[in-house]
């Protein structure tokens, strides 16, 4: 009981405090120039992070920790910058995944077996303005930062986007957390460019144990052109080579995806569309074997429409009413489908606090997938 009177206090105190204060998120530690001598001067240290206490109501079955208060994905980050001249900047930035109900021990606040914190991200960074900025390190891949940042704006997103759809965003090379990759990028006027090297991992085993799967490299292109300064296509291409195999047989692969994206943002919309071809990429989860364990071809779309009104008081600052859409279609064997449409409401009470409610509508070919309802709290600081 104490534990559980512990973590809705820390939520209650840190609503609180954002209700006070309306200041930029992130903290500085250290500030530039606070440190003395030539040496130090230019290091600047910042601290922040965000509280994301959930609930998710599904139609039938769920389990238990879904409806209760749970946490949504809370993070600490770090971040040491370094001022190598006027123009180039030397950054470190790490990214900690915490789960309070889990540190706290609060049973059926938490996925069964979930650890109570993990590494999201944890990459150096150089940064010039001529040069462009190159990366190393467990950072987002090139779909996701190309493609799926863009349509990352609601609740319950990515559900057709490679981000979540592959055996381990982490190691193919898809999601916002990718292990052991460069990143390159440089800025032209209207045009900017993304390149990236994933290098070899180690392997990992399937989430079923029958798979292991083994990245060997990859690489990504990418490019945002504004056709306007409302309007931007975007585009990228990535390619992994791993293997799959277990005790008796092994495949290797080429896993492909090919992702456009569309944004366009007059005044106070928002509106977003994007579409993603998968090869080798995706797992059917239903077939145990290398050389039919992912489909051949898929491919996902999405669709987002959001407006703004602006209140700008001081306790309720924007309200940001939205519809979105996906679908993922996906062919091997036989052909499987899935369709989701969203409606929601984002409430934007200060600079540091927004609550999202929304309601996801399911039609699937799988009837086990239902409506569900998710209610996400955003503390920023």
Request: no cysteine.
């Amino acid at each position: 009981m104490k534990r559980k009177s512990l973590y809705l206090n820390i939520m209650i105190l840190s609503i609180s405090n954002g209700m006070l204060n309306t200041a930029h998120a992130e903290m500085d530690i250290i500030k530039k120039g606070q440190l003395t001598g030539d040496l130090l001067s230019p290091v600047r240290f910042q601290f922040g992070g965000q509280l994301r206490p959930e609930w998710i109501f599904k139609s039938g079955d769920q389990q238990k920790y879904q409806r209760n208060l749970h946490d949504g994905a809370s993070r600490l980050r770090f971040t040491l910058d370094y001022e190598l001249s006027p123009e180039t900047l030397l950054t470190g930035y790490y990214e900690l995944g915490i789960n309070i109900p889990k540190i706290l021990g609060w049973e059926d606040h938490y996925v069964p077996n979930a650890p109570s914190h993990d590494r999201r991200q944890a990459y150096i960074a150089i940064e010039d303005l001529t040069l462009g900025r190159l990366s190393y390190g467990k950072q987002y891949g090139m779909q996701y930062s190309v493609i799926g940042i863009k349509s990352d704006v609601w609740d319950n997103d990515g559900l057709a986007s490679p981000s979540s759809l592959g055996i381990n965003g982490e190691y193919d090379g898809a999601s916002t957390r990718v292990r052991n990759s460069l990143m390159y990028t440089k800025k032209f006027d209207r045009l900017k460019l993304y390149a990236n090297i994933l290098f070899p991992e180690s392997s990992i085993r399937s989430a079923d144990d029958s798979i292991r799967y083994k990245r060997q490299s990859g690489a990504g292109l990418g490019l945002d052109f504004s056709i306007k300064p409302d309007t931007t296509l975007s585009a990228a291409f990535s390619n992994t080579k791993a293997k799959i195999y277990n005790l008796t047989e092994e495949k290797q692969l080429n896993q492909q995806i090919l992702g456009t994206a569309i944004t366009f943002n007059p005044n106070q919309w928002y509106l977003v569309g994007t579409a993603s071809y998968y090869h080798n990429f995706v797992p059917t989860r239903q077939e145990p074997q290398p050389q039919n364990y992912f489909y051949g071809d898929g491919y996902g779309l999405e669709a987002f429409a959001g407006y703004n009104f602006k209140f700008d008081r001081n306790y309720f600052y924007e309200l940001q009413p939205y519809i979105a859409a996906d679908r993922l279609v996906l062919n091997s064997t036989a052909q499987d489908n899935v369709n989701h449409q969203f409606i929601g409401l984002i409430t934007q009470v200060n600079k540091d606090i927004k609550v999202y409610t929304e309601y996801t509508f399911v039609n699937a070919k799988d009837k086990s997938l239902k409506d569900m309802a998710y209610i996400t709290i955003y503390y920023s600081f």
